[in-house]
């Protein structure tokens, strides 16, 4: 075994020590961040109460960090929250398929046990980042797919949506509406989370599935690290392995978040022909350094600190 895999072993090791001994409650230290997307935008596509529910669930987000919450429990509920608000491309308001109905994708990761779970092209959940949990916290596994996958959350207590649940099943007159969720967060722990949800793209191949559930892709956390969740051309995303790299510039390369989070998100755009590999990413450090990296028009985003009341944007700056 090479040094470098040696420490990587010991590093789980003592991650795994660290998942049996946490506390009910953080509080070894004071600082502590949380930062959420609501997808790419373009000009003229936020309506401001996206973001007037970004700023008040950052609120109760913020509050919850301060009492010593989880900072995997924080990153569920935020975008739990999100999916049922109505307001953005998952859970509650997915945009359809091809064929006029819903596929969610959904990840979380933790960054303290190293553990993930994920969903991907499910159609009747009521909240995808729920059944996400379920998969890490319930099974073995990491990932769970399709009808099969479906029945196996829901046989482990994912609620099924309710009739009507779909504001969009029938389809929508938005071509090119965004709107994915994500969070990533830092807890009074020190621990980092993050996860991500959507309804994918507008009239996607049905069974298509991009970045959102892949871990490494749309959504990393690792506790020293980083946590990011991302948002944009879910292809490009996949094949750069976008919040991994991140993180692996940061480790491997001793490049600091915005940096390496800048850096990534330049790489998918130069590979792009104009138009595609744009996206965003919203990410934490394990000193609650944010960065918010985009090449799309805007990315909505929002976040927090001990030392930051909520401020949330979509274009070029956050209030
Ligand atoms: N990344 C998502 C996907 O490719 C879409 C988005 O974030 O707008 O499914």
């Known amino acids: 075994m090479g040094l470098s895999a040696l420490a990587a072993s010991l590093l789980l090791a003592a991650q795994g020590t660290a998942a049996a001994d946490a506390p009910a409650s953080c509080a070894a230290q004071e600082d502590y961040a949380i930062i959420v997307h609501g997808g790419t935008a373009r000009a003229g596509q936020v309506p401001e109460e996206r973001l007037t529910f970004i700023r008040s669930m950052l609120g109760e987000m913020r509050e919850d960090l301060r009492e010593g919450s989880h900072a995997v429990d924080v990153a569920q509920e935020a ?10 491309n998952a859970g509650r308001a997915s945009i359809t398929n091809a064929e006029g109905f ?39 596994h ?11 959350v829901l ?7 309710p009739e009507g649940w779909f504001l969009r099943a029938r389809g929508h007159d938005e071509p090119e509406e965004h709107g994915t969720v994500g969070a990533a967060v830092l807890d009074r722990c020190g621990d980092l989370a993050a996860g991500t949800s959507t309804g994918g793209y507008d009239a996607k191949i049905p069974g298509r599935v991009g970045d959102s559930p892949v871990i490494g892709a749309g959504t990393f956390a690792k506790n020293g690290v980083m946590a990011a969740s991302a948002t944009g051309h879910g292809e490009y995303f996949v094949r ?37 590999g744009r996206g965003g990413i919203v990410a934490v450090d394990a000193e609650g350094n944010f960065a918010t990296p985009f090449s799309s028009e805007g990315m909505v985003r929002g976040y927090a600190s001990d030392e930051e009341a909520p401020v949330a944007g979509a274009f070029g700056s956050v209030d």
Do not use: H, W
């Not at 600091?256 to 998918?268: F, N, R, S, T, W």
């Open 155 to 161: 046989e482990r207590g994912a609620e099924p949506a």
């Open 79 to 88: 975008i739990r929250r999100m999916e049922a608000s109505g307001l953005f």
């Open 142 to 152: 990491v990932m769970m797919v399709g009808d099969r996958g479906e029945e196996a």
């Open 102 to 140: 819903v596929e969610n994708d959904a990840s979380i990761m933790d960054g303290r046990t190293f553990e993930a779970g994920a969903i991907a092209s499910m159609t009747g959940l009521k909240s995808p980042i729920t059944a996400a949990r379920l998969v890490m916290d319930e099974t073995r």
């Open 240 to 276: 750069f392995g976008a919040t991994r790299s991140i993180a692996a510039r940061m480790e491997y390369g001793g490049q600091g978040l915005e940096e390496a989070a800048e850096a990534v998100i330049a790489e998918m755009q130069a590979a792009g022909d104009g138009r595609s």
